[in-house]
């Protein structure tokens, strides 16, 4: 049984560029976490998605940052016009049924904007 | 809004040593969690503490709940150098995600 899976697993962008960061949650779940890492922090969340839905982007800068979790496909994080600021890694975790449930995290992709 | 804080932030020990991370949280939260994370790497998934008064335990790290004192703590016992890494725990856990603290950067020294 495959783990969540992320790629790319390395994104590198210079400023102005955009970046899409995708998630495939582990199989069965229909529930995927999208959280930031910046050097020496601890994870943030940014967006919680079901299928075809948001359920809480409270931690998603309001601009340049959007989300989707399509019916068919990944989850994609997408960085629109990306800054030095944004460079960090970015985790997905999935979980399966209530929000409550455990997530199991994404190997991460690291995002270097040049 | 649900805050986590740990401490230490450094620890440097040396092998045999016994040792513990705290962690504080500031509102009622229904699981606390701790992960390992090596450099560049994923979290891992060490413990998932579920009700006041729990204990878990694998191999030299042990792990326990308090949630009238809104406390967890990780020990570790007899410290090897495999387990130098990054420890974190988490609370929440609902829509608005885990809340995470900072991390306790643990350099075990032979």
């Known amino acids: 049984n495959a783990g969540v899976m992320q790629n790319p697993r390395h994104l590198v962008r210079r400023r102005g560029q955009e970046a899409r960061l995708r998630c495939s949650p582990m199989k069965g779940h229909s529930h995927v976490y999208w959280y930031r890492q910046l050097p020496e922090e601890g994870l943030k969340f940014m967006v919680y998605?079901?299928?075809?839905?948001?359920?809480?982007e409270s931690g998603m800068p309001k601009e340049r940052f959007s989300a989707e979790f399509p019916k068919e496909g990944p989850s994609i994080l997408r960085i629109q016009q990306v800054v030095r600021g944004d460079s960090a890694a970015y985790f997905c975790a999935s979980t399966f049924g209530t929000a409550n449930n455990e997530q199991f995290f994404g190997p991460g992709t690291r995002l270097t904007v040049l | 809004e649900l805050k986590v804080e740990q401490n230490p932030l450094f620890l440097s020990m040396q092998e045999g040593k016994n040792y513990t991370i705290y962690c504080n949280y500031s509102t009622t939260s229904d699981r606390l969690y701790w992960y390992r994370q090596d450099p560049g790497k994923s979290l891992e998934s060490l413990f998932v503490l579920l009700s006041n008064g729990a204990v878990k335990q694998e191999g030299r790290l042990m792990a326990s709940l308090d949630t009238k004192a809104r406390l967890s703590t990780l020990h570790i016992t007899a410290a090897v150098h495999d387990l130098s890494a990054t420890y974190f725990c988490a609370a929440g856990g609902g829509a608005d995600g885990l809340t995470f603290g900072k991390g306790t950067h643990l350099i075990i020294q032979p």
């Open positions: 998605l079901q299928k075809e839905n948001i359920i809480d």
